[in-house]
Nanobody, 118 residues
């Protein structure tokens, strides 16, 4: 199973970006999907997640600005980021709980860099 993330880039404060992550491989089902943010010199932190039932959770700092969505047919999870702030700068990683023939495991994408200029 592999996760491939894309969509990062350089944007000015107040702008928008859409991150996308696609899962591939021997996938039987996908559980919770999430996006994590790692600011320079800091630990990786959960930004948003969506369960297999469609329940969404967000960290307080992105509520009202970010929206997570999933497409189970395409095996993708997107993160729409609006009204970006300089503190949103960092590497964003997608994360997925996936059931394959080997059972349930958690996988990470390679990360995509977001830079928000002031």
């Amino acid at each position: 199973v592999q996760l491939q993330a894309c969509g990062g880039g350089l944007v000015r404060a107040g702008g928008s970006l859409r991150l996308s992550c696609a899962a591939s491989g021997n996938i039987l089902s996908i559980g919770t999907l999430g996006w994590y943010h790692q600011a320079p010199g800091k630990e990786r932190e959960l930004v948003a997640r969506v369960t297999g039932d469609g329940i969404r959770n967000y960290v307080d700092s992105v509520k009202g600005r970010f929206t997570i969505s999933r497409d189970d047919a395409k095996k993708t999870v997107d993160l729409q980021m609006n009204t970006l702030k300089p503190e949103d700068t960092g590497t964003y990683y997608c994360n997925a709980a996936v059931r394959s023939y080997a059972g349930w495991n958690v996988y990470w994408g390679q990360g995509t860099l977001v830079t928000v200029s002031s």
